[in-house]
């Protein structure tokens, strides 16, 4: 069964960081494309980042560019996603994904 398992969302301020994991099993990771993508509140769902199998190539959506940053082990089967400088917009339900296959999320909240 193909599981993708979110964490380390949380709630911080303005300009803080974090750090999501996704935890991947059931398909191999290795040579799968994956992405972010999120959803903030009464918002349709919005492309966030996506990586190569590889790790090599990676590419941003414009608001996350420069803030955001996407990368994958795939000898733990994981794939991160470091936020820095989160702003209030950034607030939403972060899931990775792959194909038809999403995880459950993991909630992101910036606010003073």
């Known amino acids: 069964e193909v599981q993708l398992v979110e964490s380390g969302g949380g709630m911080v301020q303005p300009g803080g960081s974090l750090r999501l994991s996704c935890a991947a099993s059931?398909?191999?990771?290795?040579?799968?494309?994956m992405s972010w993508a999120r959803q903030a509140p009464g918002k349709g769902p919005e492309w966030v980042s996506s990586i190569h199998a590889s790790g090599t190539s990676y590419s941003y959506a414009a608001p996350v560019k420069g803030r955001f940053t996407i990368s994958r082990d795939n000898a733990k089967n994981t794939l991160y996603l470091q936020m820095d400088r989160l702003k209030p917009e950034d607030t939403g339900l972060y899931y990775c994904?792959?194909?038809?296959?999403r995880g459950q999320g993991t909630q992101v909240t910036v606010s003073s």
């Open positions: 994904e792959t194909g038809n296959v």
């Open positions: 059931g398909f191999t990771f290795s040579t799968t494309y």
